[in-house]
């Protein structure tokens, strides 16, 4: 098997990116799939790598939506039910502040996730500004889990967006995070998520006003063998076999 991953950017600033676990007779096809990806860019980066060992997750979370009247009874509801997977009010509301404000000390964007502490709001990535990046995770068979997606009404231009999202979820779940808030920092995509074990995929519109540049994402993590968790997130390969 092969990881192959692609970014690119436009002056300067990262504009596309994305990524494939698949199988070596393949890689020709994918790569000039993922090159013709980005519509703009000055500089695009393709990496290559042989898989030497691979776990598979036998399912994605299950995927469940809701759609709110505006940002702040949605966040209330993000409140509520990360307390039903056992984190308090006051630790969600950080977090919350923390994607709405901009999670880089240097303002805006952070490409990786912050990792808070479930108990003290405490942030644990070692660097700020970069962040943690979920990598080395794909669809056993994405052309299917789309045309599932598709079945069960999910409109097309949201489907690659929530493949790769519900991709990345899931793999951060598997690796012990213990609950996830995420929403983009593209202007005109307001719907977001949470995902925990119990709670699975659960999509939330909106989780911010519309045209604001800013998002991002939060995990919630015990601080006990952080290593071993970043470690997991960023560096172990793994394929998700089906849909929920
Ligand atoms: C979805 O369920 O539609 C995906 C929401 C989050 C997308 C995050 C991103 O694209 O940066």
Do not use: L
């Given at each position: 098997m092969r990881s192959v991953r692609m970014r690119a950017e436009l002056d300067g600033r990262h504009v596309s990116g994305a990524e494939r676990i698949i199988p070596h007779y393949e890689l020709e096809k994918v790569v000039v799939e993922l090159l013709k990806?980005?519509?703009?860019?000055d500089k695009i980066v393709i990496t290559v790598e042989r898989v030497e060992s691979l776990e598979v997750i036998p399912k994605s979370l299950p995927i469940k939506s809701y759609d709110f009247a505006n940002v702040s009874q949605a966040h209330e509801f993000v409140i509520k039910k990360l307390k039903d997977a056992g984190i308090s009010e006051e630790i969600t509301k950080k977090a919350l502040k923390l994607l709405s404000e901009g999670p880089n000390p240097k303002g805006g964007n952070m490409r990786g996730a912050v990792l808070m502490?479930?108990?003290?709001?405490e942030r644990l990535e070692p660097d700020q500004e970069r962040g943690i990046r979920t990598t080395r995770i794909d669809w056993r068979n994405r052309n299917a889990v789309k045309e599932a997606l598709k079945e069960r009404g999910i409109k097309k231009v949201y489907l690659e967006r929530l493949v790769d999202a519900l991709a990345i979820a899931t793999k951060n779940i598997h690796c012990g995070i213990i609950a996830e808030i995420c929403w983009s920092d593209d202007p005109e995509y307001i719907t977001g998520y949470i995902a925990s074990k119990e709670l699975g995929y659960v999509r939330i519109k909106p989780m911010k006003e519309e045209n604001v540049p800013i998002g991002g994402r939060v995990y919630f993590v015990n601080r006990t063998d952080l290593q071993k968790l970043i470690e997991c997130l960023e560096r172990k390969v793994m394929l998700i076999e089906q849909l929920f």
């Open positions: 990806r980005p519509k703009r860019y502490d479930v108990k003290t709001g």
